[in-house]
Nanobody, 122 residues
């Protein structure tokens, strides 16, 4: 599976962005997908994930009620709608796919996209 993340950019605090993770290769619908982010000098951290079966979402506490993850298996794409953005959300955002149940540990994912930069100004 090849993953391509896009949709990042510069936005003011309180604004919104929608990230996309487009997949090609093997059947994307069989994979759980997670979003992670990494700020300069920090470790990669879990943001959100979605299952392939019932599309049940899972969020980090820091983004709950502000971010929404969804997927469109027909388009082989997973989305991350980010609202009420804060400067601390600034990071490179990565999507990743896993053939098993999603996890908040990045090392458990099999495939990674290249990342997209999100910058939130105060």
């Amino acid at each position: 599976v090849q993953l391509q993340a896009s949709g990042g950019g510069l936005v003011q605090a309180g604004g919104s962005l929608r990230l996309s993770c487009a997949a090609s290769g093997r059947t994307f619908s069989s994979y759980d997908v997670g979003w992670f982010r990494q700020a300069p000098g920090k470790e990669r951290e879990f943001v959100a994930a979605i299952s392939w079966g019932d599309s049940s979402p899972y969020y980090a506490d820091s983004v709950k009620d502000r971010f929404t993850i969804s997927r469109d298996n027909a388009k082989n794409t997973v989305y991350l709608q980010m609202n009420s953005l804060k400067p601390e959300d600034t990071a490179v955002y990565y999507c990743a796919a896993r053939g098993l149940r999603y996890s908040d540990y990045p090392e458990r994912y099999d495939y990674w996209g290249q990342g997209t930069q999100v910058t939130v100004s105060s």
